[in-house]
């Protein structure tokens, strides 16, 4: 069986999109928010209260949560290696923590995978003496030239990828995850990405979302020199999380002093509905040559539903921002990874 019989390719969807790219709706000017673009109040902001983890573990006792894990992508920037399998500390990779992590907060996993890292990965945890996930898969999409004709690789066929993590919204509800875990009662999903290994299974944190009574919560922590990604913002008045390729080139994005951590709190019921996402124009090299990939991302369904938008701590004993990038981003970071994996969250 092919990559795309396999993975879920759409060719209706990818017959439109390509159609868009073709007549130039689709381009790298398109990807900017259009209206009034102004930072958020500070009182949108919702400091984390420790306070508040009592409520949190009285849900997770109840066995209302549960947690998952990004692990699609194209697993390039660990030379072809995918990072969720890569060692970190201790002898035990990405994945594996984050996985002994749901085990000591007693909550499900599940964790999506793409055609790139799903066979690798799900061997790997075959082998690991924890409790196994529930695996599912994001789709599969093809690239394409600037004009929209598809794009070939130096082998002269069809260069599959993984349209971005916006496709959680959609995979998790076809592949029948959303109704397995309201069977098992649960309520709420914690959502992070697997090389953040600061994103743990918090009970403040769900009771933050509790106590906020909207259906999403968003991470999000104070920047720092150098960071890049989205940020929540006021967009014709209405909150929501901007990707930061897509403010316009005249905004100032330090006049936002937080930024997104890709981390979430979902209402089940929130995920269980179709999402309109906006898709995306990124061009990648490949073969030495542009290649066209359209892509959504998960951020941008707060656009749709009410959020909180919560301040985490970054650093310390209970930070909740850590991602490692790259094969240099890991080899510097190792003793602090050390530190904070074996520290607690808890007071």
Not at 132 to 145: M, W
């Amino acid at each position: 069986m092919s990559v795309v019989e396999r993975y879920h390719f759409d060719e209706s969807l990818f017959e439109r999109l390509q159609a868009l790219v073709a007549d130039g709706t689709l381009s790298a000017e398109s990807n900017y928010v259009r209206g009034r673009i102004e930072p958020l109040p500070s009182e949108a902001l919702v400091p984390l209260d420790r306070a508040l983890v009592h409520k949190g573990q009285e849900a997770i006792d109840r066995g209302e949560v549960a947690a998952a894990v990004l692990n699609g992508g194209m697993a390039t920037r660990f030379g072809g290696v995918v990072k969720g399998i890569v060692e970190v500390v201790d002898g035990r990779s990405f994945l594996e923590w984050k996985l002994l992590d749901a085990e000591r907060a007693g909550v499900p996993m599940v964790v999506m995978n793409s055609f790139a890292t799903d066979e690798a990965t799900c061997e790997f945890v075959a082998g690991l003496e924890v409790t196994q996930p529930r695996f599912f898969t994001q789709s599969v999409s093809l690239r394409l030239n600037r004009d929209g004709t598809l794009f070939l690789d130096e082998d002269g066929a069809a260069a599959p990828y993984a349209p971005g993590h916006g496709d959680f919204v959609r995979s998790v509800r076809r592949e029948g995850v959303l109704d397995e875990l309201r069977a098992r009662g649960v309520r709420l999903l914690l959502l992070s990405n697997v090389d953040n290994l600061a994103a743990r299974v918090d009970p403040a944190v769900v009771g933050a979302h509790v106590a906020g009574g909207r259906p999403i919560t968003l991470e999000v922590t104070e920047k720092a020199p150098g960071d890049k990604g989205g940020a929540p913002a006021l967009v014709d008045g209405r909150p929501m999380a901007v990707e930061g390729f897509r403010f316009p080139p005249d905004f100032d994005q330090d006049r936002i002093p937080v930024f997104a951590t890709n981390c979430f709190v979902f209402d089940l019921d929130a995920l269980d509905r179709e999402y309109d996402l906006t898709w995306l124009y990124v061009e990648k090299e490949v073969s030495g040559k542009p290649a066209v990939q359209l892509e959504q991302l998960v951020n941008e369904v707060t656009r749709l539903q009410p959020t909180t938008f919560l301040q985490v701590p970054r650093t310390g004993p209970q930070g909740r921002f850590f991602p490692v990038k790259t094969p240099e981003d890991l080899e510097a970071s190792r003793e602090p990874l050390r530190e904070l994996l074996h520290s607690s969250v808890t007071d």
